[in-house]
């Protein structure tokens, strides 16, 4: 990860990025936005004209670079910051970031003194500099860019945005490896001790596993089921953030999947290529949790991870076998590739009776349909509070994850019935895919239903592209929500 740190501000740097904004008015050119060191007159009428001539719009993320051959500065990126908000912001680092990455080894951002400005734009720059390779760089690709000095007059207060900033970024960072890993290497097992090791270095975090035989003694026939194929056995990963103060106790749940291959429904190839990042949600839960101890955030919280590799074997799970959940609701199996919903099944449960949350919010790769509704970049939110929707909902527009309210259609619920058990797992295709998979969770909410919100976050989990703070692979969707969110309670 490139190193980013706040320092005095210097204008003679070798290279300097200036934030640009976009014009108040329409019949008015972009601009230099006001920094904490005077420009020099002739540099400053140099970059006028210079912003006139290429048509800066100052639209945020958009860069031009002007060079000054022989002179100090030598390289003037001048990247647009939009309307100077957090998510412009954002958008300004991680430009800079790809900008420079191709031949420039520093950077020096002058940037108003903001701890906005600061923090988004360190993150931002993070987030776009991401890699994962298992395999060394092809030396032509590799990314030149080392350092990015904040040149602001306030370094401790930038120093202090920074450090927060740092701990999201991490937190993303740690979802994204988790769901790039290849699946042959993440076992359920391999998840659950990557992340007992990461929290066992943070005061704090307290870590409960529950292998196969303790699975099975307490009754968790969902995840048992949908584990029963793979010679790898499934796990759940329970973590706990309990900070002195806390007044408010949110549970978070994650579909982990460690790879999914559909079962006895097989997967067709095109659909099974990607299917590393059925844990998504289970990785965005156990990174939030982590995030928020590091930002010491005064909320409990407990995050819980069903994991399990959906494979096919002699002892795979049926189409028409019937799972006794923890709890005691029974799910007909009519679709081994619907598991996610059956794995969540009995945590949910678990989480309503033995952790007795104020919210219990679940986060799952779990519907293509989803991905046809709402397209690659929007989350589908499903919940009956309207304050935790609006809430979730602004925390998501701050940090650049949307989501959009989806019902929960009672009239679908006819759709779950099933003639030898409580529900079933797959109504017919075409029946509201997401809305019928959100009632089923619905059913193990118990007395929080009303206080429960599902996510399904299935195409938002993964870029096809560098776009932004995205780059090709998993994206950590939910990390960074789910920590604003956290930090208004």
Sequence with gaps: MIEIRAGAADITAKVVALPVCAPAEPDRGAALLPIDVEVPEA?????TAYLDDVGHTGAAGIVHALPRPGRRPGHVLLVGVGEASEADWRSAGAAVARTASARLATVSAHLPAASTAAAGFAEGAWLASYQFRLAAQPEEDASTLRRITLATRDVPAADAALAR?????????????????????????????????????????????????????????GILAVGAGSAR????????????????????VGKGITFDSGGISIKPLESMRLMRKDMGGAAAVVAALLGAADLDLR?????????????????????????????????????TDAEGRVVLGDALAYAVRRLKPDVLVDLATLTGASHVALGKRTAALFTSNDELA???????????????????????????????????NAPAPGQAGAVTAALYLREFAGDLRDR???????????????????????????VRMLLRWLATL
């Design 299 to 335: 909320v409990r919280v407990t995050a819980l991870a069903p994991l399990a590799e959906n494979m096919i074997s002699g002892s795979a799970t049926r189409p028409g076998d019937v799972v006794r959940h923890y709890g005691g609701l029974t799910t007909e199996v009519q679709n």
């Design 452 to 478: 429960w919100a599902h996510i399904d976050m299935s195409a938002p989990a993964w870029s096809d592209a560098h776009d932004g703070l995205l780059v090709k692979g998993a994206t950590g969707w939910g």
């Design 165 to 221: 900033a740092r701990a999201v970024v991490d937190a993303t960072v740690l979802a994204r490896d988790l769901t790039n890993t290849p699946s042959m290497q993440k076992s359920p097992k391999w998840f659950a001790e990557r992340i007992s090791n990461a929290a066992a270095r943070r005061k704090g975090v307290g870590v409960k596993v529950l292998a196969e035989d303790e699975l099975s003694d307490a009754g968790f026939g």
């Design 233 to 252: 056995p499934p796990r759940l990963l329970e973590l706990s953030w309990r900070p002195r103060g806390a007044r408010t106790h949110v549970v978070l």
């Design 43 to 47: 540099l400053l009428a140099e970059i």
């Design 390 to 424: 609006a809430a979730l909902s602004a925390a998501g527009a701050d940090v650049g994850e949307p989501m959009w309210r989806m019902p929960l259609a009672d009239e679908y619920t006819s759709l779950l019935a099933s003639d030898v058990a409580d529900l079933n």
